[in-house]
């Protein structure tokens, strides 16, 4: 068993790997660490432009949307169907005269 | 050596490691309160924001007023690189005056307004130019599909979001919302990430109005058409439900468009001639002279009288129209040909005093109290000041002043058996809270009420028995007299009509006596003895020679409109 007692007796071999072995460990985690922060940085920056791209695309649908119902109701107005069923040239009824029949009874022969 | 060296590392990576801990326990535990705190500030932000504006329906459902998202241009001339290329690109996309564009660019200011109501391709075309300094703007505004119609009864909302005339006046506090306060977060780079509901902002109530769609489209139509055919200046027609006082239109020629109400030269324009013009009624009076004699017992429609074609009070002569003479007649003929001196009759065996009265009971001299900002009354002074003359010309609806609402609201109450109803056109004011699902239940000025209390029916002014007789009279008048314009085979209905003159103050002349302008109107309602709904068609000045050849074929095209439309069953088979 290693044991490590400070600050004078250092085991000679135990020390020499014990020590090289925590410098790399410790080197290689903050490299690690330096790595996983500008990953975790670079991931929410991203997510914040996709989430603000989103949210950017259901604002503008949703103004799209509230355009387009206006629009509609701009459109189906009393005023403007009255407008576009004159573009028919539709006749009124009691202005449209019918074929007399010659007689109420049908005779077969 | 070697192995001292490493111990050296070793004791230095311990001093790194204590001291970044040290650090972050400081940061994140001593003074971490603090540091959260400055973060927040950082990651939110507030503003206040002002509630969505209600809506505005028409009885059926359709829209008549709502609000939408309205984009505007403007400018910061002090981040402007390239005026020429922002001059060109503002005047060019935006149709406007290149001096005027320039003038804007060259201030030194951060903000210059430079186009409200851009439209969604020009605010395209800008926004892809990419041209530091032109920015788009945003603002919620009230919006009105319906464009012109029933505009004096709606109103519309200013820039500083404060509806003015008609219903968006009247309702400002109910149809405003609440203020409320905005929270946002910012992300990584000071993104805007999310929005927090609003704490306490709510949307406006909505108003559900009594105001039928299509009968106000076919009034206003009706209104555009006689305007080519008569030339008359300014024209009204109110239709209500005489048992209730619902208002199912109220049109008024001419009108605005309320979304663009900033283009209006004339104020007078917006006023809503319906509760905020007085005039003399002329003829149409009479009905309501005859239910008060009757109702006192002093005449029936039976009793007679002697025309000679003028009465003298005092020195003052009152004729007849065309100056006639009509020789012995009963009070249902001095109704149906329309007879002055028959009302003076009428009058003086009712007197003044109790003419007075009934005046005062039929709501002359008082407000209805219709939801509509500004409705006016005329106190009629001079009528009371008790000169015999001016009861007599009273009688035949010359020399008193009131407003056409008043005159439908005393109809009102002569077809449907003596009521007298408050006109309104709110049927019911929706709350958040109704939403979600509590009842229903306020009336037009706010109050909790139950839907069965709406209509606001009062107490009796005449008996149902004068109600019927003058009805009768009334019917004979369009059966008989000079309303026949009105009738409609299948079924009975009961008016009268009334050309009466201008005064010279009422055109403010300081002159006394009555110009050569008319006042056409006629007043009528069906079926005559189960009434559905009363009509008031009054023309200002119109090119005709009485109400006969101008109001009441508007009344015989609206009446019959609406039996077609509600499929009102005839009273007998034409």
């Known amino acids: 068993m290693n044991t490590l007692t400070f600050p004078l007796s250092f085991p000679r071999i135990s020390l020499k790997i014990s020590a090289g072995m925590i410098l790399s460990v410790g080197l290689a985690a903050i490299v690690l660490m330096i790595f996983a922060w500008l990953w975790q940085n670079n991931q929410v920056v991203a997510q914040t432009y996709q989430f603000q791209h989103l949210q950017n695309r259901s604002t503008n649908l949703k103004k799209e949307n509230e355009r387009l119902e206006i629009n509609g109701l701009k459109e189906n107005t009393l005023f403007n169907l009255e407008k576009q069923v004159q573009s028919l040239n539709l006749e009124k009824v009691e202005m449209v005269s019918f074929i007399q029949s010659p007689g109420t009874t049908v005779v077969t022969r | 050596m070697k192995g001292y060296r490493i111990g050296l590392i070793l004791i230095f990576l311990i001093l790194l490691g ?115 300094g032109i920015y788009i703007g945003e603002e919620r505004v009230r919006v009105f599909p319906q464009g012109t119609m029933a505009s004096q009864t709606i109103g519309f909302v200013d820039s500083e979001k404060q509806g003015q005339y008609g219903l968006e006046g009247f309702y400002q506090d109910i149809l405003k919302g609440k203020e409320g306060t905005l929270e946002g977060e910012k992300g990584a780079g000071g993104f805007l990430i999310s929005f927090s509901s609003p704490n306490e902002m709510e949307k406006g109530s909505d108003l559900i109005l009594t105001l039928d769609y299509q009968i106000q489209f076919e009034a206003e139509k009706l209104l555009a058409k006689a305007k080519e055919n008569l030339e008359f200046e300014s024209g009204t027609i109110i239709a209500v439900r005489p048992d209730s006082g619902e208002v199912l239109a109220l049109a008024s020629y001419p009108n605005f468009d309320p979304n663009n ?151 009102s109450a002569l077809a449907n058996g003596g009521k007298l109803v408050s006109p309104h056109l709110v049927k019911k004011i929706i709350t958040r809270s109704d ?76 002159k006394p006596g009555y110009s050569d302008k008319t006042i056409q109107s006629f007043v009528g309602f069906a079926p005559a003895f189960n009434p559905k709904f009363l009509i008031l068609v009054k023309l200002d000045n119109p090119r005709a020679k009485t109400a006969e050849y101008s109001a009441l074929p508007i009344f015989h095209d609206l009446a019959k409109y609406i039996i077609d439309v509600w499929q009102i069953p005839p009273d007998y088979q034409p």
């Open chain 2, 261 to 411: 109400y900033g283009q209006e030269k004339d104020l007078e324009i917006f006023q809503n001639p319906a509760i905020q013009k007085i005039f003399e009624p002329g003829s149409v009076f009479k009905p309501l002279t005859m239910a008060a004699a009757i109702e006192e017992g002093k005449i029936t429609p039976q009793t007679t009288y002697v025309d000679e074609g003028v009465v003298r009070i005092g020195q003052t002569p009152i004729y007849n129209y065309d100056q006639r003479t009509w020789g012995e007649r009963t009070m249902t003929e001095v109704l149906e040909k329309s007879i002055n001196t028959g009302a003076v009759f009428a009058e003086q065996q009712l007197g003044s005093e109790l003419f007075l009265r009934y005046l005062e009971k039929f709501g002359f001299f008082a407000k209805t109290d219709i939801e509509l900002q500004g409705e006016v009354f005329s106190q009629n002074k001079e009528f009371k000041k008790g000169y015999e003359i001016n009861f007599a010309t009273a009688a035949f609806g010359q020399g008193i002043e009131i407003t056409p609402i008043q005159l439908i609201r005393a109809f």
């Open chain 2, 435 to 510: 939403i979600s699902g509590v009842p229903p239940a306020i009336d037009r000025n706010g109050q909790k009420i139950s839907p069965a209390t709406s209509s606001e029916v009062t107490e009796n002014i005449i008996s149902p028995r004068t109600s019927s007789q003058v009805v009768s009279m009334m019917t004979s008048v369009v059966e008989n007299g000079f309303g026949k314009k009105a009738k409609i085979p299948g079924y009975f209905v009961a008016g009268k009509t009334g050309t009466a003159q201008v005064s010279w103050g009422a055109l403010d002349v300081t």
């Open chain 2, 18 to 132: 204590t001291t970044v801990i040290g650090r972050l326990f400081y940061l994140q535990v001593w003074r971490g309160s603090y540091y959260r705190a400055l973060a927040r500030g950082q990651q939110k932000f507030f503003s206040a924001s002002a509630g969505e504006r209600g809506e505005i329906f028409f009885a059926g459902g359709q829209i008549l007023a709502t609000s939408s998202v309205r984009k505007f241009i403007y400018v910061s001339p002090r981040e402007i690189k390239e005026p020429d290329k922002a001059k060109k690109a503002l005047s060019q996309i935006l149709d406007l005056d290149e001096i005027l564009v320039e003038e804007k660019l060259s201030q030194d200011s951060p903000y210059e307004f430079v186009k409200n109501k851009a439209t969604e391709a020009e605010a395209e075309k800008l926004q892809r130019l990419q041209i530091a």
